[in-house]
């Protein structure tokens, strides 16, 4: 690597990859809303991205992450609220226009130039520069994505996960302090789709850029980012890294979209909560202490943290097997418990229960579990119920 590229070494980009929340901000959204006429598309949104953390915005369709990325972009303007990148206010009481913030944006569809080679698309853009100087600066880039001999090439010439390379070098060529990522891998059959995540992280790692994706697609937003922020309706529901937003979700609309949930009621007792799968010692659920004792909650649990078999000797079943569907290497059961709830449980083949007989289901989480007060849609940082004006 030339020392002109921002590419810290290895051992940089590991460490940034061990704690992405220290470092300066290098954009800050504070009370961020955009209107549309009387449509309020994104409610007063404040969020904080440090210097080489990737932060993905994840939601369902329409929830408004395109629309915040536009507004980093400068291709919106906020009807309220400000940005700042580095520090300096590009939106809010003074407008930045796009090509001035130092953002970069891979579009969706790549968006490269077909008559141009994979060469010349990356050195669009570094039009200025002394010419052996954006000859090695190419030359880093394509070594960077893994193209070095497929330079020459016409993006035609080239498959989709080598045109993503190509269109993310030229988004890298000018150094921008913040990349932006419009649903990068939608274009892209499922098994590049997946190839391309780890080589889109080690990529922007090793580069040691600072990044903002939006996807709706959770497996993405956990695997390939520092933190996750996931929105609703224009709100960001919460905003933590990939095993907090999966493991310990702060609302059950949150619980829901990252992947299947079930939900166990109980009462607190003691040390233990009473549920469909026996007593739950509290010291295993995250945040919840005797100072509970009497309350109703609701324990989060996936179905790997489950597991239902048929009954030994001497064991008594408290369950059913009320539906089955069949997901390749793994089977994935909905048990109705004695008491009504109904759980989620993931088994391999080897471990086939059949439908409609007794089981016995116990709990296998080999993690602290997330809990709800009983009704409540949302819970605080601090365990505290919040107003129930969200989704469920
Ligand atoms: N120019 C516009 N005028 C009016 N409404 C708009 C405009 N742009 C977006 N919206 C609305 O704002 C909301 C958020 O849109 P946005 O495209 O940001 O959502 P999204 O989360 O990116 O969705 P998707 O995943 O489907 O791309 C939607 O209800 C959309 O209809």
């Given at each position: 690597m030339s020392s002109e590229l921002r590419t810290p070494d290895r051992s940089d980009a590991e460490e940034r990859e061990r704690d992405p929340e220290e470092g300066p901000a290098v954009l800050e959204l504070d009370g961020v809303t955009k209107r549309y006429g009387d449509t309020?598309?994104?409610?007063?949104l404040s969020l904080t991205v440090r210097e080489g953390e990737l932060l993905t915005l994840l939601g369902?369709?329409?929830?408004?992450k395109t629309t915040t990325l536009r507004l980093i972009a400068g291709l919106e303007r906020p009807s309220g609220g400000e940005i700042r990148l580095n520090g300096r206010s590009v939106a809010g009481e003074a407008f930045e226009p796009p090509e001035v913030r130092d953002v970069g944006v891979v579009f969706q569809e790549f968006a490269l130039f077909p008559h141009l080679s994979a060469r010349e698309n990356v050195a669009f853009g570094l039009d200025g520069m002394a010419e052996d100087e954006r000859e090695r600066r190419v030359d880093d880039l394509l070594e960077l994505v893994g193209l070095v001999d497929h330079g020459d090439k016409r993006p035609e010439e080239l498959s989709g996960g080598q045109q993503q390379r190509v269109a993310l070098a030229r988004s890298l060529a000018p150094e921008p302090h913040l990349l932006l990522l419009d649903e990068p891998f939608s274009n892209l059959d499922v098994d590049l789709r997946v190839e391309m995540r780890e080589e889109v992280r080690r990529i922007l790692k090793e580069a040691g850029v600072t990044a903002v994706s939006v996807t709706h697609d959770q497996e993405e937003a956990m695997s390939i980012s520092d933190r996750v922020a996931v929105m609703y309706e224009g709100q960001l529901e919460q905003v933590d890294s990939p095993e907090g937003v999966f493991q310990q979700p702060r609302s059950r609309f949150v619980a829901s979209f990252l992947g299947h949930a079930s939900f166990l009621s109980g009462s607190v007792e003691g040390d233990a909560v009473g549920t469909g799968v026996g007593d739950v010692p509290i010291a295993s659920i995250n945040g919840l202490a005797t100072e509970y004792d009497g309350t109703d909650i609701d324990v989060m649990v996936r179905p790997d943290d489950v597991t239902a078999r048929r009954p030994g000797a001497g064991e008594a079943a408290n369950g059913r097997v009320v539906h089955r569907r069949y997901l390749g290497p793994t089977v994935l059961y909905r048990v109705e418990l004695d008491t009504g709830d109904v759980v989620g449980c993931m088994h391999n083949h080897a471990e086939e229960v059949p439908l409609d007989e007794p089981v016995r289901v116990e709990l296998a989480a080999d993690h602290d579990l997330a809990w709800f007060p009983a009704g409540a849609k949302r819970v605080a940082d601090g365990g505290e119920v919040l107003p129930d004006d969200g989704p469920d």
């Open positions: 309020t598309v994104i409610d007063d369902p369709s329409g929830c408004g």
